[in-house]
């Protein structure tokens, strides 16, 4: 089992500061360059840098919530989910697709439970393992 995991190149895990302007403040993110990789691919396929992504992604996480909390965790979820979302077709594998022409509520339906903030459905209860093993695909995907 650990093969699977100990066999990524040590660079995916390596971390890489980068910084960005937001609001006018500067400020640093360092992520893992595996993550900076997802981000990258999820800015690609709306047009946009991944500093223009970071910012929309903290605009909007503050207008929905109020604040942001521990934002690089928040990237860091954000990658994973995309992952996982793809793993299970709730988002198309074509990269020139973009996020933003995907109906929401649609890639949102009944996610497994701990996945969103809305109410828990009966359905999306019973598919937790089904999104552990959806995930553990994903991150398979992932660069080595």
């Known amino acids: 089992m650990c093969e699977i995991f100990i066999s990524a190149d040590p660079a ?9 302007r937001l609001h006018g403040v500067v400020t640093s993110i360092r992520l893992e360059h595996l993550y900076w990789e ?10 946009m840098s991944v500093v223009h992504l970071i910012e929309k992604l903290y605009d ?11 934002f690089t965790s928040f990237l860091r979820v954000s990658a994973l ?8 077709g709730r ?23 701990g996945w969103s903030i809305q109410p828990e459905t ?3 209860a019973a598919d937790t ?9 994903a991150l398979t995907r992932l660069p080595h």
């Open 81 to 88: 989910r995309y992952e996982a979302m793809l793993a299970q």
């Open 12 to 20: 995916s895990y390596e971390s890489r500061t980068r910084s960005v």
């Open 91 to 113: 988002i198309p594998a074509d990269v020139g697709v973009p996020i933003r022409s995907l109906d929401a509520k649609a890639v949102l339906h009944e996610l497994p439970k």
């Open 60 to 70: 909007e996480l503050v207008t929905a919530r109020g604040g942001v909390g521990n």
């Open 129 to 137: 393992p089904a999104a552990g093993r959806a995930l553990q695909r």
């Open 38 to 47: 997802v981000l990258e691919e999820i800015a690609r396929r709306d047009g």
């Open 122 to 124: 009966p359905a999306a």
